[in-house]
């Protein structure tokens, strides 16, 4: 198993511009989440997914977007980037039910830039 | 609001010392995690504690929960160089809409030196 994985690795983006983070996991996990981590912080929920075709906003959803066509893909959408969406995005996804706790299991991050 | 504190922030310890992290709580939760994140690195899950007086060990790492008093700890014994990294903690509740969701502290960065 890859485990969940994310693409691309590091990107930057003009003010304005429209991008794509993409997130896959192989382990056929109802639950996926993006988290967004600003430097010094923990991190924060933007949108979590419970299964195909259903989302639903996190703590900070202003200024993203996602879609859940899949199980195994849960792609976030940035449509006009500004310099505070500046962060490192975490991808991550759990199993449903009481398996392992609920624990989340976590792809490498996105490293994304707006200048 | 589920707010979640840790303390310190900001920890550097010599090879050898012990020390405690911190984590309290707002809310009630039966749940908290533990995770560890290495410099440019994804989250590393470490613990997972599931009720009231859970204890978990591994290597010189150990984690316990305290759900009365909102408070879990992460013990570090006789520190070396390669547990240098930022901890994490996370609570695990129930959403109002339902979901179950895990909210983060902000980290205890922690640096052993020789």
């Known amino acids: 198993n890859a485990g969940v994985t994310q693409t691309p690795k590091f990107r930057i983006l003009k003010i304005g511009q429209s991008m794509t983070l993409q997130c896959t996991q192989d382990?056929?996990?109802?639950?996926m989440y993006w988290y967004r981590q600003d430097p010094g912080m923990g991190l924060k929920l933007i949108y979590y997914?419970?299964?195909?075709?259903?989302?639903d906003k996190g703590e900070v959803p202003n200024g993203y977007n996602v879609s859940r066509s899949t199980t195994e893909d849960f792609p976030l959408r940035l449509e006009l980037a500004a310099p505070s969406q500046t962060s490192v995005y975490f991808c991550?996804?759990?199993?449903?039910?009481?398996?392992?706790?609920?624990?989340?299991?976590f792809g490498p991050g996105t490293r994304l830039t707006v200048l | 609001e589920l707010k979640v504190e840790q303390n310190p922030l900001f920890l550097s310890m010599q090879e050898g010392k012990n020390y405690t992290i911190y984590c309290n709580y707002s809310?009630?939760?039966?749940?908290l995690y533990w995770y560890r994140q290495d410099p440019g690195k994804s989250l590393e899950s470490l613990f997972v504690?599931?009720?009231?007086?859970a204890v978990k060990q591994e290597g010189r790492l150990m984690a316990s929960l305290d759900t009365k008093a909102r408070l879990s700890t992460l013990h570090i014994t006789a520190a070396v160089h390669d547990l240098s990294a930022t901890y994490f903690c996370?609570?695990?509740?129930?959403?109002?809409?339902?979901?179950?969701?895990?909210?983060f502290g902000k980290g205890t960065k922690l640096s052993v030196i020789p």
């Open positions: 991550a996804s759990r199993p449903r039910g009481l398996i392992a706790g609920n624990e989340q299991f």
């Open positions: 382990m056929n996990h109802n639950y």
């Open positions: 997914s419970v299964g195909a075709g259903i989302t």
């Open positions: 809310t009630t939760s039966d749940r």
């Open positions: 504690l599931l009720s009231n007086g």
């Open positions: 996370a609570v695990g509740a129930y959403s109002g809409a339902g979901s179950y969701q895990l909210t």
